[in-house]
């Protein structure tokens, strides 16, 4: 079968994926929410500082490699180590971005109140990818190969996630003369603006792939 012939769209399966995506900006937004909040009474510019510092980071990592490793899953005809493989490069991208945003934080603003409930909320959102993966591992047989499929933009995303953050920013300066918890309300803001914005704005951060050889999704074998 040729991996790049259109197939008729299925309900269900455009509503998987529009889940999906939801899903993937709400992990997204809380990722930011967090990076924001890391320090909680950390002056603006640090806030700001060491969301960019993880914008600089993680997509241009984390895109790529993901996109690389999802053909290999793909293709695998024993897809077990293609998957693990997966998994354990996003959490180490993301737990590298964790890291690094943490670090940052503590070299600038070494007094800042640092909340656990920030680094637990990271874990559990590190601890997702495994099922992320595994839903898609589940349903590639049924999907076109993911050299067929637009990919998401690195810069384009980076460039909203410049934008999301530098109104997060003013956001932040124009309420600290009247709240105390300022980084607070503009971290949910930042989720909230992610969650909401970011399945309508979708189809703008796609990019579609220089066309490759027809390939066919292997045989599951596990």
């Known amino acids: 079968m040729n991996a790049h012939q259109k197939t008729p769209p299925v309900p269900g399966r455009a509503a998987s994926r529009d889940r999906g995506i939801r899903m993937g900006y709400a992990a997204i937004g809380l990722f930011m929410a967090f990076t924001w909040m890391g320090g909680s009474d950390e002056p603006p510019w640090a806030h700001a500082l060491r969301a960019a510092v993880m914008l600089l980071i993680v997509p241009p990592l984390l895109l790529p490699t993901n996109r690389h490793l999802t053909h290999k899953l793909y293709e695998a005809e024993h897809p077990a180590w293609a998957t693990g493989q997966l998994i354990g490069a996003r959490i180490l991208i993301l737990s590298a971005g964790f890291g690094i945003s943490m670090l940052l934080g ?89 969650l909401t914005l970011g399945p309508k704005v979708h189809h703008q951060l796609m990019v579609t792939q220089a066309p490759t050889a027809d390939r066919g999704p292997a045989v599951d074998a596990v």
């Open 106 to 194: 503590v070299l600038l603003y070494p007094h800042a109140d640092r909340s656990l409930t920030s680094l637990g909320v990271r874990v559990l959102l590190l601890l997702t990818v495994p099922l992320q993966i595994r839903q898609a591992h589940r349903t590639r047989a049924h999907t076109v190969h993911p050299s067929a499929r637009p990919t998401v933009s690195a810069p384009r995303l980076m460039a909203a996630k410049l934008t999301v953050i530098i109104a997060a920013l003013l956001a932040q300066l124009l309420l600290m003369p009247y709240l105390s918890k300022a980084s607070v309300v503009v971290a949910v803001g930042i989720f909230v603006t992610t």
